[in-house]
């Protein structure tokens, strides 16, 4: 039985084999590498953009577990972050579900888990620079459609903080509901924006979703039909 759930969540092992470069390793080279124009040549807006990205998952708990758990081996990093992935999801629902929301440091907690993520996309994009292709296209998309439905969760627990639409949220499900109703910029009308605060809300939420379906689609779909978000064939 142990054999059989490690195969499922492990995979095949790698016997605990070590990369060339930690994780963290790896992003002080991506950043280096930015800096140097190594891979592109760019420069003013673009480069101190793509700096700022790449240096930005430095502030965050994700590439620190995957630092601590790839010494195992690639397959606990994976299912190390899949683990912290869903966590994440599901941390703005036990919030509403709890009415935490009321409550300053759990909001603020999930306000940071939820910047790693906004952060953590425009990265993949704009700042790979040395970075490998992942072991699995698949993988890698199914993580970035939990990552959105994480942004889409967490603007619920925004929309429950205050007064700021025109009638209040009758049952915690009701946020999450207008949440995806705003993200796929539909609006029945029951629920909107009264307060200025909500509006600006609703306008992020708004952005993020063309965000992720503009460059989702275009990029890392064409991507993932020929070598997959990273041309380059390095070996971590």
């Not at 054999?3 to 790896?26: M, Y």
């Not at 036990?94 to 888990?113: D, E, F, G, K, R």
Request: glycine share 4%; hydrophobic share 45%.
């Amino acid at each position: 039985m142990r054999k059989t759930v490690k195969k499922l969540f492990l995979g095949k092992s790698s016997n605990g084999e070590q990369a060339e470069f930690n994780p963290i390793q790896k992003r002080i080279q991506n950043i280096k590498s930015i800096w140097n124009n190594e891979h592109q040549d760019d420069n003013g807006i673009e480069k101190i953009f793509r700096l700022l990205l790449s240096s930005s998952q430095l502030l965050f708990p994700g590439i620190y577990i995957k630092y601590f758990s790839r010494k195992k081996g690639i397959e606990y990093q994976d299912l190390a972050i899949d683990t912290y992935i869903l966590l994440k999801v599901a941390f703005p629902i036990v919030i509403l579900i709890n009415q935490w929301h009321t409550i300053y440091w759990v909001v603020a907690l999930m306000t940071y888990l939820f910047l790693e993520t906004i952060f953590y996309i425009p990265t993949l994009i704009f700042a790979s620079d040395l970075f490998s292709r992942p072991r699995s296209y698949r993988r890698s998309m199914l993580l970035l459609f939990f990552n959105y439905l994480e942004i889409v969760l967490a603007y619920a627990v925004f929309y429950s903080c205050g007064n700021y639409l025109n009638k209040p949220f009758t049952h915690w499900f009701d946020a999450v509901y207008f949440s995806i109703i705003t993200s796929s910029s539909i609006g029945y009308g029951d629920y909107y924006p009264a307060e200025t605060l909500g509006k600006f809300l609703v306008s992020t939420q708004a952005l993020l979703f063309l965000f992720f379906i503009v460059l989702f689609l275009n990029f890392f779909s064409t991507k993932v039909k020929t070598k997959g978000y990273f041309d380059h064939e390095n070996k971590e």
